[in-house]
């Protein structure tokens, strides 16, 4: 056998590290990170050994699989995909097409496929029932992002590598490797902040990693950052304000400075437990400093006020001059850039409460329903419930609020279908499975996270391996299934000359096209052709600013004071008189985790069991509890037993658990994960727990007990 070297990006979290792979025929002999990758410059976290274990594991599905009662028999890709789209018409058929429900997840968006084709699924199956992991997470920051600058899409990305001033709220980039921020190697990137003597601030309820090597860390009561955001736009609006490059480009400042004046730092000092001292004196650096930018994340996503501490951070950026300026918060504007791809291939720019659900009354966001309310749409009878549903690389069982109301909803459907490569604790529920080979057997371009790199770096790798011809890749499984749902439909010659150009053109063909159409306002001059023949990339350079050119809002001017946002300060306030629960919990992320499905890697979870209950020592004492007792975690939704840390990381009146564990359900096929099962936090977060304007859930602040078990 011959050694092969390839070079890729990693496919398991945003931070997209160039590898360096080596092969011996069918095996990978080495994996490591790419010195020459001009992003990662060679850094890699230990998840990305996944990889190899991955492609190798047995417990990974290599052919259709179909439930005969509570066993599972392997069947053919033809006859798996007929029945998949028999079984689906037959339900929006008797019960019409909003009666299937789509659930996107997270590996989505690390799949070049099915993130280019998932689109054209969708269309093809004509649900209005669409879910997805982005209500679990970012939901909060793309409708404001919505309002605020007139596309989803226009996320503002810290410019971690030329900011001296860099305020962290509810992100441990240290262990995510970062979100809404792709840069990989952020343990280096924050070092040399603090080398050209920028100062690193975290304000988070738990002392993480990040916050350890910060220069400055400050707890907050979980779910009150929007009162403290508002505290800090209180004395940066009070102070003279430097004229600002975007200044003519602002609608709504009087608006929000008329906001702000309710909320100095003395008043809402003891709600978010942040002295007024010390929110004076990071309103003033944040002010001098030139170059500084505020950036919140998860913590500030899912919790009550999702939506306005994304717009606050916006707005502080804003205000301060720190938007759309080296240092700032930036645009990226990538070299593929599905934004500006032709309709209907492109994501929309967004949408608010075009209708709401049935049973609760939540808004529509981008399209989409709070998967939150998923649940209770399957098991709540009555014209318009979900009867049937189909996954994409999610594990909702695991990952949405409540999940054991989930896992008895998917129990009673009529029809469930789910493309994923493992038979784990949502897909058991499957009537079919349908799998695609691994990551190493497919090509891979990052689609999505350019738009939210720190730096413009554009890669195309081909696969490692050829996963054969009895294998369908994620696009391949989506094209099949839509092309099959629209002949039974009656559709006619040209459809179906449609989904056969679509099948030819494949992910390199739109990969082709979406280049050369270029970045907004200009032909990039790439070919997919020239991109792969740089092995390591093609580096093209730090962020630009990018407006007003990119705004997408009408008349290009940035909405300071979106109407719906304003309308909800009101429920903020009453935060301010609202009792206190006596402990609630919060999550977190370890690096050796990735959301719920990397634990059948041995070298993952091997080691001290992570998914244990943090608590501060005053809470313990108070209860009578120790470290290493087994303890009971409970909310309104539901409870879980687990081992109890002790920790003065916490603060007093908060706990937290990891998110990602509770494996231990029957019949998931997960020899590893299986051993190390733990439990699962959405057992205890709760599904009415949202932040109503957005919908998001609130998967942070569940008020809970805990009891000795
Ligand atoms: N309490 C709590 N809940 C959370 C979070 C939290 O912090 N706390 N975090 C939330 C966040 S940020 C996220 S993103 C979500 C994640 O939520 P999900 O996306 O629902 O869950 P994942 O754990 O990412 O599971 C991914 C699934 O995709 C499958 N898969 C992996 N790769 C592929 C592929 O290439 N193709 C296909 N077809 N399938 C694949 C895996 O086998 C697995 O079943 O969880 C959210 N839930
Ligand atoms: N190792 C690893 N890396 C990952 C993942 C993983 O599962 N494991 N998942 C990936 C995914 S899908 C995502 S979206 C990213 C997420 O990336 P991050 O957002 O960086 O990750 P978290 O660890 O969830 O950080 C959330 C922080 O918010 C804090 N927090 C909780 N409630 C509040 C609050 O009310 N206010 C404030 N200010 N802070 C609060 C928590 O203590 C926690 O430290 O990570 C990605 N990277
Ligand atoms: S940080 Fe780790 S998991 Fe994320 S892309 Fe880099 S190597 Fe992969
Ligand atoms: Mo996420």
Redesign the pocket.
């Known amino acids: 056998m011959t050694t092969r070297v390839h070079f890729r990006p990693c496919t398991l979290?945003?931070a997209m590290c160039g590898l360096r792979i080596e092969t011996d025929g069918k095996t990978v002999t080495s994996l490591r990170g790419d010195d020459d990758d001009p992003f990662s410059r060679g850094y890699l976290?230990p998840?990305a050994t996944a990889l190899k274990d991955l492609h190798e594991d047995p417990d990974r599905l290599r052919t259709p699989m179909r439930r005969e009662g509570t066993t599972w028999r392997a069947i053919g890709w033809d006859e798996a995909l007929d029945e998949a789209a028999r079984r689906l018409h037959a339900v929006q058929r008797a019960h019409g097409r909003d009666a299937v429900a789509t659930y996107l997840g997270?590996p989505t968006t690390h799949n070049t496929g099915a993130i280019l084709f998932g689109p054209t699924f969708l269309r093809a199956l004509g649900t209005k029932s669409r879910f997805s992991a982005t209500s679990v997470?970012?939901l909060p920051h793309m409708l404001v992002a919505h309002w605020m600058f007139g596309h989803q899409l226009l996320l503002p990305v810290p410019d971690v590598d030329r900011t001296d001033f860099f305020l962290v709220?509810?992100?441990?980039?240290l262990?995510?490797?970062?979100?809404l921020m792709t840069a990989p190697g952020m343990k280096h990137r924050l070092e040399a902040l603090k080398a050209r003597g920028g100062r690193l601030v975290v304000?988070?309820?738990?002392r993480?990693e990040t916050a350890e090597r910060a220069d400055e860390h400050h707890f907050?009561q979980?779910?009150?950052?929007a009162l403290w955001l508002f505290a800090l736009l209180h004395e940066v609006l009070a102070a003279p304000r430097r004229p600002h490059v975007l200044e003519a480009s602002l609608r709504g400042l009087d608006e929000l400075e008329r906001l702000a004046r309710t909320f100095s730092p003395e008043h809402v000092a003891a709600t978010t437990g942040i002295g007024a001292d010390v929110t004076r004196r990071l309103a003033q650096q944040l002010v001098s400093t030139p170059r500084a930018v505020v950036y919140?994340?998860?913590?500030?996503s899912v919790?009550p006020f999702g939506a306005l501490c994304a717009w606050l951070i916006n707005a502080l950026n804003i205000v301060t001059g720190h938007l759309d300026v080296p240092g700032g918060a930036m645009f990226p504007m990538p070299a593929f850039d599905p934004r500006w791809l032709p309709r209907p291939l492109a994501p929309g720019p967004g949408s608010h409460g075009r209708r709401t659900t049935r049973v609760r009354g939540l808004p529509e966001v981008g399209g989409e329903l709070p998967v939150a309310a998923m649940a209770e749409e399957m098991l709540t009878d009555g014209p318009g419930r979900l009867r049937a549903l189909v996954t994409l690389a999610g594990n909702p069982v695991l990952s949405t609020p409540n999940g054991a109301q989930l896992d008895r909803a998917l129990a009673g459907l009529e029809v469930m279908i789910s493309i994923d490569p493992y038979l784990n604790e949502t897909t058991r529920h499957a009537h079919l499975i349908l799998p695609p080979p691994s990551p190493l057997e497919r090509l891979h371009f990052d689609v999505v996270f350019p738009m939210l790199a720190v730096r413009d770096v554009v890669r195309h790798a081909d696969a490692l391996f050829d996963p054969g011809p009895d294998a369908r890749h994620d696009w391949q499984i989506l094209l099949g299934l839509g092309r099959r749902l629209e002949a039974l439909r009656g559709a006619g010659l040209s459809a179906s000359l449609k989904w056969r150009a679509m099948e030819r053109l494949g992910p390199r063909g739109l990969l082709d096209l979406g280049l050369r159409l270029g970045r907004r306002g200009g032909l990039s001059g790439l070919t997919l052709k020239k991109v792969a023949a740089a092995e390591h990339g093609l580096d093209l350079g730090p962020l630009q600013p990018a407006f007003p050119r990119a705004l997408q809002t009408k008349d290009r001017r940035i909405e300071l004071a979106p109407p719906k946002l304003v309308a909800d300060v009101a429920r903020l306030e009453a935060l301010l008189s609202a009792p206190r629960p006596e402990l609630v919990l919060?999550?977190?992320?370890?690096?050796?985790?990735?959301?719920s499905w990397l634990h059948n890697a041995e070298k993952l979870v091997s080691g001290k069991p992570r998914c244990t209950l943090l608590m501060h020592p005053s809470d313990a004492t108070a209860r009578g509890l120790s470290s290493g007792a087994a303890v009971t975690v409970s909310s309104r939704a539901g409870a879980v037993t687990v081992p109890l840390e002790v920790s003065e990381s916490v603060m007093p009146g908060v706990v937290?658990l990891p998110?990602?564990y509770g494996h231990g359900r029957e019949g998931v096929q997960l020899t590893v994960a299986t051993k190390h099962a733990g439990a699962s936090v959405n057992d205890v977060s709760d599904e009415l727990r949202v932040d109503t304007l957005s919908g998001n859930a609130a998967l942070?602040?569940v008020p809970v007990s805990v009891t000795s078990a």
Not at 222 to 225: A, H, L, Q, W
């Open positions: 979290c945003e976290c998840k997270n997470d970012q709220l509810g992100a441990n980039p262990a995510s490797n970062g979100s304000v988070d309820p738990r993480t907050i979980p779910g009150t950052d919140g994340r998860m913590g500030t919790q919060i999550n977190r992320r370890h690096t050796r985790d990735n959301n937290s998110h990602g942070s602040g």
